[in-house]
């Protein structure tokens, strides 16, 4: 019971971190006038990326959907639905798959899961429009993701030393 109590305690606390962060990230992304449309760094993936290794599978899951839909509530429209929504599951489901490998570091996981989401938005761009010319726009996107994918696992690293040492303490095996 406990256990279960805490892991939803933590998505919660999660939840709340990636909210936070996709906030910071459209408030910010506007001034940063990045030239390629549509870019940000998905900032709220650290969240997604810590419940993957911290809380697990399921509860991540829970973190990227609810993200995208209380996003989309308090300001979205359809089509960045849509796009948030594709590029979020296919990013959840290669960390998860990347992960699980155990052959990536925290930083090949996050890379992968940008590069992921750049697919997904691709693909929904394709799906949407009913043309595969999008795929053009795919170079300049991997590009970007990449480097948005390190700075993600860069900003998840802190995140994470406090979270093992959390777990490692007498005060969290009291819990």
Known sequence: MR?????????????AL?????????????????????AKIGLSNVAVLVAIYF?????????MLVRVFVVFIFGGNTVALVFSLFGGVMAYLTMLILRNSKRF???????????AHALGQITAAIIMTGSISVLFYLPILTGFSLAAGIVV??????IFKALVKFENSSYSSEL
């Not at 256990?3 to 939840?15: A, D, E, F, N, R």
């Not at 990636?18 to 549509?38: D, K, M, S, W």
């Not at 696992?153 to 802190?158: C, K, M, N, S, T």
């Open 105 to 115: 570091s925290l930083f090949g996981i996050s890379a992968g899961g940008a590069f």
């Open 153 to 158: 696992a860069i900003l998840a690293v802190p």
């Open 55 to 63: 809380v697990g599978p399921w509860y991540a899951f829970v973190v």
């Open 3 to 15: 256990h279960k109590l805490s892991k939803m305690t933590m998505t919660s606390v999660l939840i």
């Open 18 to 38: 990636a909210l936070a962060l996709a906030i910071a990230e459209n408030l910010v992304i506007p001034l940063l006038r990045i030239p390629i449309p549509g």
